[in-house]
């Protein structure tokens, strides 16, 4: 028979806390762990306690290059949503302007 399902709740009592914390913990290093060797992926995982306590877990390349990576990747992918929204503001402006311009035609053959 398997578990009940737990509500996701914070706990209050410090102690228990604490206890689910460590535990919950060691289960996503595993995982994570897990995802690297099984599907040859690059993993990082950065978790800080709540008294500020860092735990990290990188695969085989360091952590600083998986970062770097992430950095660069989301920078080109907010590049090119910039890019795209600069664009759409482009075509409305060049959709204004014909506008005004056929308005302005059909006004002048009336």
């Known amino acids: 028979m398997g578990r009940g399902r737990v509500q996701l709740k914070r706990i209050e009592n410090k102690i228990n806390q604490q206890v689910t914390f460590s535990k919950r913990r060691s289960g996503l290093l595993k995982k994570a762990h897990e995802i690297s ?3 040859d992926a ?3 995982l950065i978790i800080f306690s709540n008294k500020g306590k860092l735990c990290e877990y990188s695969t085989d390349s360091s952590m600083e290059k998986i ?3 992430y950095e660069r990747y989301s920078y ?3 590049a090119v949503l910039h890019n795209e ?3 759409q503001a482009d075509w409305c402006l060049e959709y204004r302007k014909h506008k005004a311009k056929v308005e302005s035609l059909q ?3 009336r």
Do not use: I, M, P
Request: one cysteine or more.
């Open 37 to 39: 060797v099984l599907c």
């Open 85 to 87: 929204a600069d664009h």
């Open 42 to 44: 690059e993993v990082a």
């Open 107 to 109: 006004k002048s053959l």
């Open 67 to 69: 970062l770097e990576r």
């Open 76 to 78: 080109a992918e907010r």
